[in-house]
């Protein structure tokens, strides 16, 4: 369905997918542009993203020495670093305690090499994901001190964790919290809790509030290299390369779908620069697992690398991606690599029974804002996966639980759409008292709920987040950066599209009308791909592919409906290299009909 509306691209005013096409900047109309009319492509991509005219340059090749802050500015920077440097000198058992996904091994794999080259040969701890669940527990930090050491700093975890911290301090262990989660006004207690979330961070300090974890464990880094260097460490020892750990912060951040801008974009941007040169080991083997023949790109994080760290994590053991990240044995390395591949495809599996149990619920949800399924002998390991698949597949936030008939509560893992805080209502539900436990940002959270309550925190939940949802959807739209004409949907432009990247959460990846075209040739492939071969009418043709949507509803409308139609395609355009001549072509995310 098209319109005459000059401010929807294409006229679209309805897509097959329900949107309007709206310019995200200004009109980009490569097709009808004339010489001089527009600014150069990847000028226009950064002021459609937000970025001011005099600062092009510094967004253009985001680099550290123009987005790093000072690592003092952020609430007890200093504190911890003063101690860790303490721990150092004094000679003291240090343990890392990490979270089992990718923000967590990567944090604590940047901690322990990091005192390694300090000559510290740290421990670590990962908790079960099933037996332990998340975040630091008493017990073990208890153990932990039983065990000699006398410091623990947690990474990706603790901001909530007041009961486990208060047991440790009780039994004279320091704690330090090293995290990017939430925070409730009260703070558990710790020797010192950096995070840019912490109600009490001034402006300045919470303006970076979109790091992951991986992120802060690398100012702190940078903050105790510095008061090393202040008490005289390095005089007789060669000062940590911290550069070269920017490939562990690039991978925990894109996998941990933090918003790339700002300092996140230039920590990825430098990242995949360091992991080009395949200097870490475990990371090395990682991709080579991950079978990439070229240099890693930052999709290949969120889609290649990471999933199999988080493997580890979700349906394996917990260490398997800190003992590959810390690996100084290629054949160790090569070994966990492939063990995780293993396991990857085993979560795949799962995965796909979860989700299919999930989906047979949403119709008896339909008049919901946000959806709460749930089910028994559900793999815990596999729920925020399957929350994200259900919210893009309808929409809505989406929270799915799994209940557990032993200790009659249920683990659950959630994925917000933009507009909607998730996490800020988990913490909102547990100061409620309709959650055991909970916590997470504001695109993703988990908690863990009695199962008495369940239908009384799905009811509050939605009733909370109805009115924020409702003015999310009624905002929706497909943002285009430009359009063109199948002919001119070339590699080149390819390339100078990826010139305003790298691309993720907050830094959209640009998306490319195209059109109008004919369906010459349409197809499944896979389990639920549609591939497209399109005609334009100025006699070009692109392939296109849409990922997990022979099954939409836009897609079946593509695959019965467009016989004798023309159609304009939106999607992102990437890079076909399977054959000798590399082509463009599009990851379709939407279509209209064109007449």
Not at 127 to 144: I, K, N, T
Not at 169 to 175: C, H, T
Request: hydrophobic residues 45%; aromatic residues 4%; contains cysteine.
């Amino acid at each position: 369905m098209a319109s005459s509306a000059i401010s929807n691209v294409f006229g679209v005013e309805h897509s097959l997918t329900g949107k309007a096409w709206q310019w995200r900047g200004g009109n980009m109309d490569l097709g009808h542009s004339q010489p001089g009319q527009l600014d150069d492509v990847v000028t226009q991509l950064l002021l459609s993203r937000g970025v001011e005219r005099d600062d092009i340059e510094r967004h253009r090749n985001p680099t550290l020495r123009a987005f790093l802050p000072d690592p003092s500015l952020f609430q007890d920077m200093d504190l911890a670093a003063e101690r860790i440097a303490q721990a150092i000198l004094s000679e003291e058992k240090i343990t890392v305690y990490g979270d089992y996904d990718v923000d967590g091994a990567t944090s604590a794999a940047l901690l322990i090499r990091l005192l390694d080259q300090l000559g510290v040969a740290a421990d670590y701890y990962i908790p079960d994901r099933l037996l332990e669940g998340y975040g630091p527990s008493g017990e073990a930090l208890v153990r932990l001190g039983e065990q000699g050491s006398s410091l623990v700093v947690t990474v990706d975890c603790g901001a909530m964790a007041f009961d486990a911290l208060q047991r440790a301090r009780d039994a004279g262990v320091d704690v330090i919290v090293v995290d990017h989660h939430k925070c409730a006004s009260e703070l558990p207690k710790a020797v010192a809790l950096v995070n840019p979330n912490r109600l009490d961070e001034s402006d300045e300090g919470a303006a970076h509030g979109h790091l992951a974890a991986v992120g802060v464990a690398f100012l702190l880094a940078i903050a105790l290299v510095r008061t090393l260097r202040q008490r005289g460490y390095f005089e007789s020892r060669r000062e940590p390369d911290l550069l070269g750990l920017l490939d562990l912060v690039a991978l925990g951040t894109v996998a941990d779908v933090a918003q790339l801008h700002g300092l996140n974009r230039a920590f990825v941007a430098q990242g995949l620069k360091v992991m080009a040169k395949r200097d870490n080991i475990g990371m090395s083997a990682l991709i080579d697992a991950s079978r990439l023949k070229r240099a890693p790109m930052c999709s290949d994080l969120g889609f290649a690398l990471g999933p199999r760290i988080n493997a580890g994590g979700r349906v394996g053991e917990s260490t398997l991606g800190v003992r590959l990240l810390t690996s100084s044995d290629p054949d160790e390395a090569r070994a966990i690599a492939e063990q995780l591949s293993q396991l990857n495809e085993e979560r795949r599996a799962i995965e796909a029974i979860v989700q299919a149990e999930a989906e047979d619920q949403i119709a008896s949800q339909h008049n919901r804002s946000v959806l709460t399924l749930s089910g028994a002998g559900w793999h815990p390991g596999v729920i925020g996966i399957v929350a994200g698949r259900i919210k893009e597949k309808t929409g809505k936030p989406a929270l799915v639980v799994a209940l557990d008939s032993e200790t009659a509560e249920g683990k659950g893992s959630g994925r917000s759409i933009p507009g909607v805080d998730l996490g800020a209502a988990i913490i909102a539900a547990r100061e409620a008292d309709l959650l055991v436990a909970g916590g997470g940002h504001a695109m993703a959270a988990g908690l863990t709920v009695a199962e008495s309550k369940l239908d009384e925190f799905a009811d509050w939940l939605d009733e909370k987040l109805a009115r924020d949802v409702s003015r999310a959807q009624a905002s929706l739209a497909l943002k285009i950066d430009l359009a063109v004409t199948p002919r001119g949907l070339t590699p080149e432009l390819v390339g100078t599209l990826e010139q305003a990247g790298p691309f993720g959460v907050g830094w959209p990846g640009p998306k490319i009308g195209v059109g109008p075209v004919r369906i010459v040739r349409a197809d499944i492939v896979g389990q639920d791909h549609l591939r497209l071969i399109a005609s334009g009418d100025d006699g070009a043709s692109l392939k296109c592919i849409a990922f997990r949507a022979a099954d939409s509803d836009w897609g079946q409308a593509i695959l019965h409906g467009a016989k004798g139609r023309k159609l304009w395609l939106a999607g992102r355009a990437k890079i076909d290299d399977w054959g000798p001549t590399p082509k463009a072509e599009l990851h379709l995310e939407d279509a209209a009909w064109a007449d």
